[in-house]
């Protein structure tokens, strides 16, 4: 006889605590403020391949995973290119034959300073993401600041991701 209304208040609770998020449409990521995941150690032909050490150097970066096959992928490109002109865009190629991603970069512009190669989407589960486009902004160490999932486009753009870009960018000095 208790069990129904202990389970109702414990049911509740969660649902209270989950309005009470700031954002509970965000996907918290287990990496912010940790170092960045390894990444995969391939590359597109003629493209420069994506290290280790390149998310390392001084200053804010974006890492973005990313897909030939993927129309929100494509919404968010010119975003990523106007990114670029700003700081590093590096990109994760995710699950894609190589010759679509040829045609895309070749076809669209190439946002991206570095590029890996994920054709099994190991790296993607490493770096916890879910599906493509995911973004993430990194300090001059090398350490995860933020995640967001989904593309870069209208009001997410402006309202989730390009604070926390800001944020980043002005706690550099940049």
Not at 121 to 148: K, N
Request: proline content about 11%; hydrophobic content about 40%; charged content about 20%.
């Amino acid at each position: 006889m208790l069990v129904p209304p202990v389970l109702f208040l414990a049911l509740a609770l969660i649902f209270l605590w989950g309005m009470g998020r700031d954002d509970p449409s965000a996907l918290p990521s287990a990496f912010i403020g940790q170092e960045a995941p390894p990444l995969p150690e391939t590359t597109l032909p003629g493209y420069t391949m994506l290290t280790d050490e390149m998310l390392r150097q001084p200053g804010v970066k974006l890492v973005n995973f990313w897909a030939s096959w993927c129309p929100p992928c494509r919404a968010e490109h010119p975003t990523l290119m106007e990114l670029s002109k700003r700081l590093p865009v590096y990109g994760v190629d995710l699950k894609d034959k190589e010759s679509d991603a040829l045609r895309f970069l070749e076809q669209d512009g190439n946002p991206f300073h570095a590029v890996a190669t994920d054709p099994n989407g190991r790296g993607a589960i490493d770096w916890g993401v879910s599906a493509p486009p995911e973004t993430f902004i990194l300090d001059g160490e090398g350490r995860v600041l933020y995640r967001h999932a989904g593309p870069l486009i209208r009001e997410d753009y402006t309202n989730r991701f390009l604070p926390e870009l800001e944020k980043a960018l002005a706690a550099e000095g940049g």
